[in-house]
Protein backbone atom coordinates (compact mmCIF):
# COMPACT_ATOMS: atom_id res chain seq x y z
CA UNK A 1 0.00 0.00 0.00
CA UNK A 2 1.43 3.41 -0.85
CA UNK A 3 2.49 5.97 2.02
CA UNK A 4 0.02 8.47 2.97
CA UNK A 5 2.27 11.17 1.40
CA UNK A 6 0.36 12.98 -1.06
CA UNK A 7 0.87 16.04 -1.22
CA UNK A 8 -1.78 18.48 -2.64
CA UNK A 9 -0.26 22.13 -3.19
CA UNK A 10 3.07 23.49 -4.28
CA UNK A 11 4.98 26.58 -2.63
CA UNK A 12 5.01 29.79 -4.32
CA UNK A 13 8.11 30.44 -3.17
CA UNK A 14 10.49 27.51 -3.09
CA UNK A 15 8.66 25.10 -5.47
CA UNK A 16 8.25 22.23 -2.43
CA UNK A 17 5.58 19.92 -2.81
CA UNK A 18 3.32 20.23 1.01
CA UNK A 19 0.14 20.23 2.33
CA UNK A 20 -1.45 16.92 3.37
CA UNK A 21 -4.94 15.59 3.12
CA UNK A 22 -5.56 16.27 6.57
CA UNK A 23 -4.07 19.43 6.91
CA UNK A 24 -6.42 20.44 4.40
CA UNK A 25 -9.51 19.19 6.31
CA UNK A 26 -8.27 21.26 9.09
CA UNK A 27 -8.24 24.59 7.14
CA UNK A 28 -11.39 23.75 5.39
CA UNK A 29 -13.37 23.24 8.87
CA UNK A 30 -12.28 26.42 10.26
CA UNK A 31 -13.17 27.89 7.11
CA UNK A 32 -9.13 29.02 6.42
CA UNK A 33 -8.24 30.20 3.15
CA UNK A 34 -5.16 27.39 2.04
CA UNK A 35 -1.76 28.62 2.18
CA UNK A 36 0.88 29.65 -0.58
CA UNK A 37 3.74 28.69 1.57
CA UNK A 38 5.24 25.54 2.94
CA UNK A 39 5.80 26.05 6.70
CA UNK A 40 9.70 26.68 5.94
CA UNK A 41 8.39 29.33 3.57
CA UNK A 42 5.97 30.75 5.94
CA UNK A 43 8.46 31.37 8.69
CA UNK A 44 11.22 32.83 6.89
CA UNK A 45 8.30 35.38 5.68
CA UNK A 46 7.32 35.62 9.54
CA UNK A 47 11.15 36.50 10.36
CA UNK A 48 11.70 39.03 7.26
CA UNK A 49 8.25 40.64 8.73
CA UNK A 50 9.06 41.07 11.96
CA UNK A 51 12.89 42.12 11.11
CA UNK A 52 11.62 45.21 8.48
CA UNK A 53 9.54 46.08 11.53
CA UNK A 54 12.14 46.49 13.92
CA UNK A 55 14.01 48.20 11.07
CA UNK A 56 11.59 50.28 10.29
CA UNK A 57 10.78 51.42 14.18
CA UNK A 58 14.36 51.72 14.56
CA UNK A 59 15.20 54.37 11.75
CA UNK A 60 12.27 56.02 13.00
CA UNK A 61 13.81 56.42 16.85
CA UNK A 62 17.35 57.57 15.12
CA UNK A 63 15.64 60.02 12.79
CA UNK A 64 14.09 61.88 15.94
CA UNK A 65 17.18 61.04 18.69
CA UNK A 66 18.06 64.01 20.46
CA UNK A 67 22.09 62.75 21.29
CA UNK A 68 24.88 63.08 18.83
CA UNK A 69 25.74 59.52 17.56
CA UNK A 70 29.81 58.66 17.36
CA UNK A 71 32.14 56.03 16.32
CA UNK A 72 33.62 53.91 18.85
CA UNK A 73 36.94 55.01 16.87
CA UNK A 74 35.58 58.53 18.00
CA UNK A 75 35.62 58.46 21.67
CA UNK A 76 37.57 61.81 22.87
CA UNK A 77 41.08 60.00 24.06
CA UNK A 78 40.10 61.56 28.12
CA UNK A 79 42.42 61.29 31.09
CA UNK A 80 41.77 57.77 32.61
CA UNK A 81 41.96 59.41 36.35
CA UNK A 82 38.70 61.54 34.89
CA UNK A 83 37.04 58.61 33.56
CA UNK A 84 34.56 56.25 35.01
CA UNK A 85 33.39 52.95 32.79
CA UNK A 86 30.04 51.57 33.67
CA UNK A 87 29.68 47.90 32.68
CA UNK A 88 26.15 46.03 32.09
CA UNK A 89 25.48 42.59 30.88
CA UNK A 90 26.06 43.56 27.12
CA UNK A 91 29.50 43.90 27.81
CA UNK A 92 29.45 40.01 28.71
CA UNK A 93 27.10 38.72 26.02
CA UNK A 94 28.87 40.92 23.11
CA UNK A 95 31.72 38.85 24.46
CA UNK A 96 29.81 35.76 23.44
CA UNK A 97 29.01 35.02 26.96
CA UNK A 98 25.74 33.20 27.24
CA UNK A 99 24.99 35.27 30.26
CA UNK A 100 20.98 36.05 29.54
CA UNK A 101 18.30 35.17 31.56
CA UNK A 102 16.74 32.80 28.53
CA UNK A 103 20.10 31.01 28.88
CA UNK A 104 19.63 30.83 32.51
CA UNK A 105 16.56 29.42 31.67
CA UNK A 106 17.89 26.81 29.12
CA UNK A 107 20.62 25.89 31.63
CA UNK A 108 17.90 24.04 34.49
CA UNK A 109 16.38 22.40 32.10
CA UNK A 110 12.56 22.06 31.17
CA UNK A 111 11.12 19.55 33.91
CA UNK A 112 12.59 21.43 36.86
CA UNK A 113 10.79 22.47 40.11
CA UNK A 114 12.68 25.99 40.36
CA UNK A 115 11.36 26.78 36.63
CA UNK A 116 8.38 25.29 37.22
CA UNK A 117 7.75 27.60 39.87
CA UNK A 118 8.99 30.53 38.44
CA UNK A 119 6.97 30.14 35.25
CA UNK A 120 3.93 29.76 37.40
CA UNK A 121 3.93 31.43 40.12
CA UNK A 122 5.27 34.71 38.92
CA UNK A 123 2.08 36.63 37.06
CA UNK A 124 4.15 37.61 34.03
CA UNK A 125 3.86 36.88 30.27
CA UNK A 126 7.20 36.08 29.84
CA UNK A 127 9.22 35.60 33.14
CA UNK A 128 12.54 35.01 31.33
CA UNK A 129 12.66 38.09 29.52
CA UNK A 130 12.80 40.92 32.43
CA UNK A 131 13.34 38.48 35.17
CA UNK A 132 14.36 39.97 37.97
CA UNK A 133 11.19 42.63 37.84
CA UNK A 134 9.63 39.63 37.14
CA UNK A 135 10.02 38.57 40.94
CA UNK A 136 8.14 41.10 42.27
CA UNK A 137 5.12 39.55 40.97
CA UNK A 138 4.49 36.31 43.30
CA UNK A 139 1.12 35.67 42.87
CA UNK A 140 -0.43 35.79 46.18
CA UNK A 141 -4.16 34.86 45.09
CA UNK A 142 -2.58 31.40 43.68
CA UNK A 143 -0.47 30.58 46.85
CA UNK A 144 -3.49 30.83 49.16
CA UNK A 145 -5.43 29.20 46.41
CA UNK A 146 -3.10 26.01 46.51
CA UNK A 147 -3.27 26.10 50.66
CA UNK A 148 -6.67 26.20 51.16
CA UNK A 149 -6.68 23.02 48.55
CA UNK A 150 -4.39 21.38 50.95
CA UNK A 151 -6.14 22.19 54.38
CA UNK A 152 -9.30 20.78 52.46
CA UNK A 153 -7.29 17.49 51.30
CA UNK A 154 -5.72 16.80 54.29
CA UNK A 155 -9.08 17.61 56.28
CA UNK A 156 -7.39 19.62 58.62
CA UNK A 157 -9.63 19.99 61.76
CA UNK A 158 -9.55 22.36 64.56
CA UNK A 159 -6.91 21.75 67.58
CA UNK A 160 -9.62 20.98 70.21
CA UNK A 161 -11.22 18.19 67.75
CA UNK A 162 -10.52 14.49 68.79
CA UNK A 163 -9.31 13.49 65.03
CA UNK A 164 -6.55 17.10 64.80
CA UNK A 165 -3.06 16.38 63.82
CA UNK A 166 -0.61 18.53 63.90
CA UNK A 167 1.40 16.80 61.17
CA UNK A 168 -1.16 16.91 58.18
CA UNK A 169 -1.54 20.88 59.65
CA UNK A 170 1.64 21.20 58.89
CA UNK A 171 2.16 19.23 56.03
CA UNK A 172 -0.70 21.11 54.07
CA UNK A 173 1.36 23.99 54.93
CA UNK A 174 4.27 22.64 53.54
CA UNK A 175 2.84 22.12 50.56
CA UNK A 176 0.90 25.47 49.95
CA UNK A 177 4.46 27.18 50.25
CA UNK A 178 6.79 24.88 48.77
CA UNK A 179 7.64 27.56 46.00
CA UNK A 180 8.06 30.31 48.20
CA UNK A 181 10.54 28.39 49.66
CA UNK A 182 11.97 26.96 45.79
CA UNK A 183 12.07 30.48 44.99
CA UNK A 184 14.01 31.88 48.58
CA UNK A 185 16.54 29.25 48.84
CA UNK A 186 16.71 27.39 45.65
CA UNK A 187 16.74 30.22 43.09
CA UNK A 188 19.80 31.72 44.34
CA UNK A 189 21.80 28.61 44.88
CA UNK A 190 20.76 27.85 40.85
CA UNK A 191 21.65 31.05 39.86
CA UNK A 192 24.87 31.03 41.64
CA UNK A 193 26.18 27.88 40.09
CA UNK A 194 24.92 28.85 36.13
CA UNK A 195 27.06 32.41 36.86
CA UNK A 196 30.16 30.36 37.85
CA UNK A 197 29.37 28.53 34.27
CA UNK A 198 29.63 31.71 32.30
CA UNK A 199 32.73 31.86 29.76
CA UNK A 200 33.30 34.06 26.50
CA UNK A 201 32.14 31.46 23.70
CA UNK A 202 35.11 33.72 21.45
CA UNK A 203 38.06 35.84 22.01
CA UNK A 204 37.22 39.00 20.04
CA UNK A 205 37.26 42.36 21.87
CA UNK A 206 35.32 44.65 20.42
CA UNK A 207 35.81 47.36 22.89
CA UNK A 208 38.93 47.28 22.92
CA UNK A 209 39.82 50.75 21.21
CA UNK A 210 37.57 52.09 23.89
CA UNK A 211 38.96 50.43 27.72
CA UNK A 212 41.63 52.21 29.04
CA UNK A 213 43.08 49.74 31.63
CA UNK A 214 43.49 52.43 34.30
CA UNK A 215 40.09 53.36 34.57
CA UNK A 216 37.56 53.16 37.11
CA UNK A 217 34.92 50.46 36.90
CA UNK A 218 31.66 49.82 37.96
CA UNK A 219 31.01 46.26 37.12
CA UNK A 220 27.11 44.95 37.42
CA UNK A 221 28.07 41.89 35.89
CA UNK A 222 29.17 38.89 38.18
CA UNK A 223 32.33 37.92 35.82
CA UNK A 224 35.55 38.93 35.63
CA UNK A 225 35.88 39.06 32.33
CA UNK A 226 37.03 42.99 32.14
CA UNK A 227 40.05 41.62 33.82
CA UNK A 228 40.71 38.50 31.74
CA UNK A 229 39.74 39.94 28.36
CA UNK A 230 41.47 43.24 28.60
CA UNK A 231 43.83 43.24 31.39
CA UNK A 232 41.90 45.78 33.33
CA UNK A 233 43.38 45.38 37.23
CA UNK A 234 41.11 43.60 39.80
CA UNK A 235 41.78 47.02 42.08
CA UNK A 236 40.17 49.39 39.22
CA UNK A 237 37.15 47.47 39.60
CA UNK A 238 33.82 47.52 41.45
CA UNK A 239 31.81 44.70 41.35
CA UNK A 240 28.87 46.36 42.84
CA UNK A 241 26.49 43.09 42.75
CA UNK A 242 29.02 40.60 43.74
CA UNK A 243 31.98 38.48 42.15
CA UNK A 244 31.44 34.71 41.67
CA UNK A 245 35.10 34.63 42.90
CA UNK A 246 33.89 35.65 45.91
CA UNK A 247 32.40 32.26 47.62
CA UNK A 248 30.98 34.13 50.59
CA UNK A 249 29.22 37.07 49.02
CA UNK A 250 25.92 36.78 48.03
CA UNK A 251 25.19 38.02 44.34
CA UNK A 252 22.79 40.50 44.49
CA UNK A 253 19.67 39.42 43.01
CA UNK A 254 16.01 41.32 42.66
CA UNK A 255 13.60 43.16 41.79
CA UNK A 256 13.14 47.32 42.22
CA UNK A 257 9.89 48.30 43.34
CA UNK A 258 8.80 49.27 46.23
CA UNK A 259 6.86 46.50 47.91
CA UNK A 260 4.21 48.40 49.58
CA UNK A 261 3.44 49.90 46.65
CA UNK A 262 3.14 46.61 44.95
CA UNK A 263 0.60 45.43 47.52
CA UNK A 264 -1.42 48.13 47.32
CA UNK A 265 -1.59 48.26 43.91
CA UNK A 266 -2.82 44.64 43.91
CA UNK A 267 -5.32 45.72 46.79
CA UNK A 268 -6.73 48.15 45.17
CA UNK A 269 -6.74 46.20 41.88
CA UNK A 270 -8.65 42.90 44.03
CA UNK A 271 -10.45 45.06 47.27
CA UNK A 272 -13.69 45.22 45.43
CA UNK A 273 -13.61 41.93 43.43
CA UNK A 274 -17.43 39.85 44.22
CA UNK A 275 -15.61 36.60 45.29
CA UNK A 276 -13.32 38.39 47.94
CA UNK A 277 -16.72 40.15 49.69
CA UNK A 278 -17.11 39.20 53.42
CA UNK A 279 -20.39 37.81 52.98
CA UNK A 280 -21.44 36.34 49.04
CA UNK A 281 -25.25 36.29 48.05
CA UNK A 282 -25.98 32.79 47.36
CA UNK A 283 -28.34 31.97 44.91
CA UNK A 284 -31.20 31.35 47.08
CA UNK A 285 -30.78 34.95 48.03
CA UNK A 286 -29.42 34.44 51.31
CA UNK A 287 -25.88 35.76 52.62
CA UNK A 288 -23.43 33.00 53.19
CA UNK A 289 -19.71 33.97 54.68
CA UNK A 290 -16.71 33.38 52.71
CA UNK A 291 -14.14 31.54 53.59
CA UNK A 292 -12.00 32.18 50.18
CA UNK A 293 -8.62 32.01 52.03
CA UNK A 294 -7.29 35.61 50.01
CA UNK A 295 -10.19 37.59 51.33
CA UNK A 296 -8.93 36.28 54.66
CA UNK A 297 -5.61 36.86 54.24
CA UNK A 298 -6.03 40.15 53.14
CA UNK A 299 -9.23 41.68 53.33
CA UNK A 300 -10.33 41.01 56.73
CA UNK A 301 -10.02 43.88 58.94
CA UNK A 302 -11.33 42.33 62.04
CA UNK A 303 -9.91 39.49 63.21
CA UNK A 304 -12.60 37.86 65.43
CA UNK A 305 -15.34 38.68 62.81
CA UNK A 306 -13.82 35.91 59.97
CA UNK A 307 -16.03 32.67 59.02
CA UNK A 308 -13.18 30.59 58.64
CA UNK A 309 -13.66 27.00 58.93
CA UNK A 310 -11.63 26.31 61.73
CA UNK A 311 -9.19 27.99 63.81
CA UNK A 312 -6.28 26.01 62.61
CA UNK A 313 -7.21 27.67 59.05
CA UNK A 314 -7.63 30.49 60.02
CA UNK A 315 -3.77 29.91 61.36
CA UNK A 316 -2.69 28.32 58.18
CA UNK A 317 -3.73 31.10 56.32
CA UNK A 318 -2.13 33.83 58.54
CA UNK A 319 1.25 31.97 58.59
CA UNK A 320 1.08 31.66 55.02
CA UNK A 321 0.49 35.26 54.16
CA UNK A 322 3.56 35.96 56.50
CA UNK A 323 5.59 34.11 54.50
CA UNK A 324 4.86 35.79 51.49
CA UNK A 325 5.04 38.92 52.59
CA UNK A 326 9.07 37.57 53.82
CA UNK A 327 9.25 36.71 50.35
CA UNK A 328 8.53 40.41 48.93
CA UNK A 329 10.91 41.87 51.68
CA UNK A 330 13.60 39.27 50.04
CA UNK A 331 13.34 39.53 46.58
CA UNK A 332 13.61 43.25 46.30
CA UNK A 333 17.08 44.04 45.28
CA UNK A 334 18.72 45.38 48.36
CA UNK A 335 20.28 48.83 46.65
CA UNK A 336 19.76 51.10 49.52
CA UNK A 337 22.42 48.47 51.32
CA UNK A 338 25.16 48.38 48.58
CA UNK A 339 24.75 52.21 47.96
CA UNK A 340 25.34 52.49 51.61
CA UNK A 341 28.03 49.98 51.54
CA UNK A 342 30.03 51.43 48.98
CA UNK A 343 29.45 55.49 50.04
CA UNK A 344 33.52 55.90 50.21
CA UNK A 345 33.70 54.58 46.59
CA UNK A 346 30.76 56.81 45.37
CA UNK A 347 32.13 60.37 47.00
CA UNK A 348 35.40 58.96 45.28
CA UNK A 349 34.10 59.61 42.25
CA UNK A 350 34.00 63.67 42.96
CA UNK A 351 36.82 64.42 39.81
CA UNK A 352 34.96 62.06 37.48
CA UNK A 353 34.30 63.86 34.24
CA UNK A 354 33.50 60.95 31.77
CA UNK A 355 30.94 58.42 31.52
CA UNK A 356 31.03 55.22 29.42
CA UNK A 357 28.32 53.43 29.70
CA UNK A 358 28.88 49.89 27.57
CA UNK A 359 26.38 47.13 27.61
CA UNK A 360 24.14 48.55 30.30
CA UNK A 361 20.61 48.28 30.24
CA UNK A 362 19.77 51.51 32.59
CA UNK A 363 16.32 49.73 34.16
CA UNK A 364 14.79 51.64 36.23
CA UNK A 365 16.12 49.46 39.43
CA UNK A 366 19.62 50.77 38.80
CA UNK A 367 18.85 54.24 38.83
CA UNK A 368 19.98 54.82 42.30
CA UNK A 369 23.39 54.28 41.46
CA UNK A 370 23.59 56.52 38.92
CA UNK A 371 21.72 59.26 41.05
CA UNK A 372 24.48 58.37 43.85
CA UNK A 373 27.06 58.62 41.14
CA UNK A 374 25.88 62.55 40.51
CA UNK A 375 25.29 63.13 43.37
CA UNK A 376 28.93 63.43 44.70
CA UNK A 377 30.34 64.35 41.52
CA UNK A 378 31.60 68.03 41.22
CA UNK A 379 31.15 68.38 37.66
CA UNK A 380 27.80 66.62 37.74
CA UNK A 381 26.00 69.15 35.66
CA UNK A 382 28.59 69.19 32.76
CA UNK A 383 29.27 65.34 33.00
CA UNK A 384 29.83 63.24 29.55
CA UNK A 385 27.70 60.60 28.99
CA UNK A 386 29.28 57.90 26.40
CA UNK A 387 26.89 55.46 26.00
CA UNK A 388 26.85 52.29 23.91
CA UNK A 389 23.02 50.85 22.15
CA UNK A 390 22.70 47.83 20.28
CA UNK A 391 18.79 48.07 19.51
CA UNK A 392 15.72 49.87 19.38
CA UNK A 393 14.55 49.04 23.06
CA UNK A 394 17.73 49.94 24.29
CA UNK A 395 17.67 53.63 22.86
CA UNK A 396 14.26 53.49 24.40
CA UNK A 397 15.61 53.52 27.73
CA UNK A 398 18.53 55.28 26.97
CA UNK A 399 15.86 58.68 25.96
CA UNK A 400 14.07 57.89 29.37
CA UNK A 401 17.08 57.34 31.39
CA UNK A 402 18.54 60.59 30.13
CA UNK A 403 15.40 62.33 31.01
CA UNK A 404 14.78 60.79 34.03
CA UNK A 405 18.38 61.79 35.58
CA UNK A 406 17.74 65.22 33.96
CA UNK A 407 21.33 64.88 32.05
CA UNK A 408 21.21 67.84 29.30
CA UNK A 409 20.84 65.57 25.71
CA UNK A 410 24.33 67.69 24.28
CA UNK A 411 25.98 65.98 27.34
CA UNK A 412 25.26 62.57 25.68
CA UNK A 413 26.73 61.15 23.11
CA UNK A 414 25.98 57.38 21.77
CA UNK A 415 27.72 54.73 19.87
CA UNK A 416 26.76 51.20 18.48
CA UNK A 417 28.36 48.17 20.43
ZN1 LIG B 1 8.56 26.81 0.33
Known amino acids: MAENTNYLLNCIECGADFFKEGERDFYFNKGLEMPKRCKPCRDKKKTRFKQERE ?40 HGVPSSYYNFRDSIGRKNTLRFTLETYIRQDDVWGNFEDGLAYLDREMMLGTLD ?96 RDKKTQLVLGHGHDIDEV ?28 DNPVYLGYFLKDETKGNWKSQMRYDAINNTVGLIEDYYENSAKKTSEVLLRNQPYFKSLAGIKNIVVIGHSLSKVDYPYFKEIVKYNKYSSELKWFISWYSSDGLKKIIKFVSEMKIPTENVKLFRA
Request: aromatic share 14%; proline share 4%.
Open 263 to 290: FEEWYQANKNRKEFQPSLLEKDRRYDHN
Open 55 to 94: RAELEEILSTLPFEQIQKTEMPSTDSNASLFIIGNGFDIM
Open 149 to 244: DWLDNFDVLDEDDDDFSAADYFAAQDFATSQIYILTQDLPKRFRKWIRTLKPRNSSKPVDDIIKTDARYINFNYTEFLETIYGVPQKNILYIHGDR
